[in-house]
């Protein structure tokens, strides 16, 4: 195939969640007020761990890179789709559609492999509990984080390396509200089964393995834990933990696996899954385990009233 006789396409136009006016006007409100009310309690939840001399044990450090992470994810898409809820042509040039595309499977995969290492923390922490502190020392947890960002780094560039090499000559409309493989090769102007296939191998397999031991480690941490289950506030501290966990893998790995490890056709429910997937759940995840967590809860409260509500008075 002559990619000679191709003029290459150099923007790409979004077709966003929407083409009625009122309804964009109405998800531009829902969008933002979400977005400016959860987004301060990521904000919240990382200066508190970083502030409050009490919150130093490598499950508070792992949460907060994991508030990091998800503000970083969800403000990968979101800013832009409440600016194109506003115009009427919604069009992303072809490198910023690439370096979306990059940002979401970095910072996307980044999380995925610290989720895998809070399990692992988590596994110390209860199978483990008189070694846990020298297991779970703050080098050991600094290297995990950098390892699961050269993780998500690796696993992005494989995938752009994969788009960029791909010839893309004429229908450049995207049916969504954000860059991502499944629309952006969809559009290419060649024989593509070849690079799904590799795209499926490295973000859908990956996805439904991780997420299949991560169920089970906690499923065994859990049925450890109910064997143990008189032994007072400390094991169901740690059961409302698992369970804490559980519910963000699931909330990240869900749509995640529906999105990737399929082959790339269309479906009604795409952009639906994909708004819950990038900007809803990733905002919420640390919030939901905050609000399973007494101590966190506690700090916030301290940290707002010395910080804000002494400076009114």
């Known amino acids: 195939m002559e990619h000679a006789n191709y003029t290459r396409v150099t923007e790409f136009v979004l077709t966003g969640l929407s083409h009625t006016r009122e309804v964009q006007l109405v998800l531009f409100v829902i969008f933002l007020s979400f977005y400016l009310l959860i987004l301060p309690g990521n904000i919240l939840i990382i200066c508190t761990i970083r502030l409050d ?3 130093t044990s490598p499950m508070y450090f792992l949460l907060a890179n ?3 992470l998800d503000i970083w ?6 800013p832009k789709m409440l600016i194109d809820f506003l115009v009427e042509r919604k069009i992303i040039s072809f490198g910023g559609c690439i370096a979306q595309l990059f940002f979401l499977h970095f910072v996307g995969a980044s999380e995925m492999f610290l989720l895998t290492v809070m399990a692992f923390d988590r596994y110390a922490a209860i199978c483990r ?3 846990y502190a020298t297991i779970m020392n703050r080098h050991l947890c600094c290297i995990l984080v950098a390892l699961s960002w050269i993780g998500g780094f690796i696993h992005s560039i494989i995938q752009v ?10 229908p450049n409309e995207l049916d969504n509200y954000f860059c991502d493989i499944t629309q952006v090769v969809r559009i290419a102007c060649a024989n593509t089964f070849p690079e799904e296939l590799v795209m499926i191998f490295s973000s859908g397999l990956i996805s439904v393995v991780c997420f299949i031991a991560l169920l089970m480690s906690y499923a065994f941490l859990l049925a450890m834990l109910k064997k143990h289950s008189g032994s007072g506030k400390s094991t169901s501290r740690a059961m409302s933990t698992c369970y804490s966990h559980m519910t963000i893998v699931i909330l990240m790995f869900g749509p995640s696996i529906y999105i990737y490890a399929r082959p790339f056709d269309s479906f009604s429910l795409d952009k639906v899954v994909s708004v819950f997937h990038t900007v809803i759940f990733p905002l919420l995840n640390p919030i939901i385990y905050t609000l399973r967590n007494k101590e966190v ?5 301290k940290l707002v009233n010395r910080n804000i509500l002494c400076k009114e008075k």
């Open 53 to 55: 001399p009490h919150l």
């Open 73 to 78: 994810y969800s403000s990968i898409t979101a």
């Open 161 to 170: 390396a994969v788009i960029v090499q791909l010839p893309f000559c004429g």
């Open 66 to 68: 994991l508030a990091f």
């Open 297 to 301: 809860k506690t700090a916030m409260r």
């Open 129 to 131: 509990p008189l070694h």
